[in-house]
């Protein structure tokens, strides 16, 4: 089951920012959170990753907050490029592997960037 | 970020038949790989986690004699669908987990596969 709560659907108009919250209140410590999202028609595309420290990569920033419970994923100049479903995900440690894991993908956010 | 290729990108197929799907990587070694099915306005569902040289782990509710699958090699997957109904017709995707520091892996999917059953 996921462990993760995105709203359903989200907008921001062309050039603002984009700020997609993702609730994971039961996160264990050492579990990552994970950031995708999928383009209609096409496989799920890594945007950032992280554990505790905020991040920031050339797509985008991911805000942690310090009890770990929510994080924000910033878009800081939405395109008409970044509608997609965004999905955020808590890394499920495999049992058997301790460096190893799976994704678990809950239902996402529907990112719709307006012109 | 590192490449993850799919072939085919569509089937089409009768209904009893069997279908392969390949999964490459092709920039770097994949221990292990996952395979993904989703259906019209749904999430993904994994279906199976697959090591290579080992047996694939299937997700509950997956029927292993199906859904077979192969990790042959560090850079290849094939994922098999047997005696496949219209039922089976979804959109498979699989990933591919690239290593790094322990708890720093990346997981990289690929552009997916279309499967159709008439």
């Known amino acids: 089951d996921a462990k993760t709560t995105q709203p359903p659907s989200m907008d921001c108009a062309e050039g603002r920012a984009a700020n997609l919250p993702c609730n994971h209140s039961?996160?264990?410590?050492?579990?990552?959170v994970y950031w995708y999202r999928q383009i209609h028609s096409q496989g799920p595309q890594y945007i950032i990753h992280g554990l505790k420290n905020n991040e920031t990569n050339e797509m985008a920033s991911l805000i942690i907050t310090e009890d770990r419970k929510s994080s924000t994923l910033i878009l800081p100049h939405a395109t008409l490029r970044d509608t997609a479903v965004y999905y955020c995900?808590?890394?499920?440690?495999?049992?058997?592997?301790?460096?190893?894991?799976?994704?678990?993908f809950g239902s996402g956010t529907r990112l719709l960037v307006r012109p | 970020g590192a490449v993850v290729s799919q072939h085919p990108s569509r089937v089409i197929c009768k209904s009893g038949t069997s279908v392969k799907i390949e999964c490459r990587s092709l920039d770097f070694q994949a221990t292990t790989m996952f395979w993904y099915r989703q259906f019209p306005k749904q999430s993904l569902m994994l279906m199976a986690t697959s090591n290579e040289g080992s047996k694939a782990t299937y997700e509950q509710g997956v029927e292993k004699d199906k859904f077979l699958i192969n990790h042959a090699s560090l850079t290849l997957s094939t994922l098999t669908v047997t005696s496949a109904h219209p039922e089976d017709s979804s959109f498979y995707i699989c990933s591919a987990r690239e290593g790094g520091l322990a708890g720093q892996e990346t997981q990289y999917f690929g552009p997916g596969t279309r499967l159709l059953v008439l």
């Open positions: 039961t996160i264990s410590g050492n579990e990552y």
């Open positions: 995900i808590v890394r499920v440690a495999l049992a058997w592997m301790d460096s190893s894991y799976k994704l678990i």
